[in-house]
């Protein structure tokens, strides 16, 4: 059964600084995907970012980043330089195979605040 | 960009009576559609995956009979809260995959709050 843990719910940054979101994942299935999610405060689920098992580099979007260590099992979440507008929950995920029964799971989320 | 919108945003109902929530793919075909639902401060848990025209599959713990969904058509699924009480107050939210690229697009969410 696929698992996605994250084990910080609550952090503060200082703005302009990078930060640093944990997510460890367990699965058996040799092809998943993993993703991060904001949530602010309205509830809309924004997709961040997406990295393949099977993709040899780490994934980016603009100021994110994917530290995919898959020997680890982690897929942390990397922001750089941080700006007020990041507060809001961060959900990490995954999603076992490419079938059309592949269903994407939520780690607990953790609460970033940026500190003006 | 793909979307995926829900009906209603919000919606107020009292004990004992049902609500319906939409939740649409406007510009692509839905052969998956997926219930997730979040209590305050926590995660998305997912209640049920629902496939165009079958039986909708859902997880351990979710009442089948409480939960009613129906994917009707490609672009359209319904989840129908039967019986509503208030500890089935909760934030609603869909999610439709692209059957041809199989990406997963999220609605906007549905709060419920039953009084």
């Known amino acids: 059964a696929q698992k996605i843990t994250q084990t910080q719910p609550g952090m503060f940054v200082q703005e302009k600084e990078a930060v640093t979101l944990d997510c460890t994942y367990d699965?058996?299935?040799?092809?998943?995907?993993l993703f991060w999610y904001k949530q602010p405060s309205s509830g809309e689920m924004i997709f961040l970012i997406y990295?393949?098992?099977?993709?040899?580099q780490n994934a980016t979007e603009g100021r994110y980043s994917l530290n995919f260590q898959k020997a680890r099992k982690s897929a942390n979440l990397v922001i750089s330089a941080s700006q007020l507008g990041d507060s809001a929950m961060y959900f990490c995920?995954?999603?076992?195979?490419?079938?059309?029964?592949?269903?994407?799971?939520f780690g607990s989320g953790t609460r970033l605040s940026i500190r003006p | 960009g793909a979307v995926v919108s829900q009906h209603p945003s919000w919606v107020i109902c009292k004990s004992g009576t049902s609500v319906k929530i939409e939740c649409r793919s406007l510009d692509f075909q839905a052969t998956t559609m997926f219930w997730y639902r979040q209590f305050p401060k926590q995660s998305l848990m997912l209640m049920a995956t629902?496939?165009?025209?079958?039986?909708?599959?859902?997880e351990q713990g979710v009442e089948k009979d409480k939960f009613l969904i129906n994917h009707a058509s490609l672009t359209l699924s319904t989840l129908t809260v039967t019986s509503a009480h208030p500890e089935d107050s909760s934030f609603y939210i869909c999610?439709?995959?692209?059957?041809?690229?199989?990406?997963?697009?999220f609605g906007p969410g549905t709060r419920l709050t039953v009084t």
């Open positions: 999610s439709a995959r692209n059957g041809e690229n199989y990406e997963q697009y």
């Open positions: 995920a995954m999603r076992e195979g490419y079938s059309s029964a592949s269903k994407i799971i």
């Open positions: 629902s496939n165009e025209g079958s039986k909708a599959t859902y």
């Open positions: 990295q393949g098992s099977y993709d040899q």
């Open positions: 699965t058996s299935d040799p092809s998943y995907g």
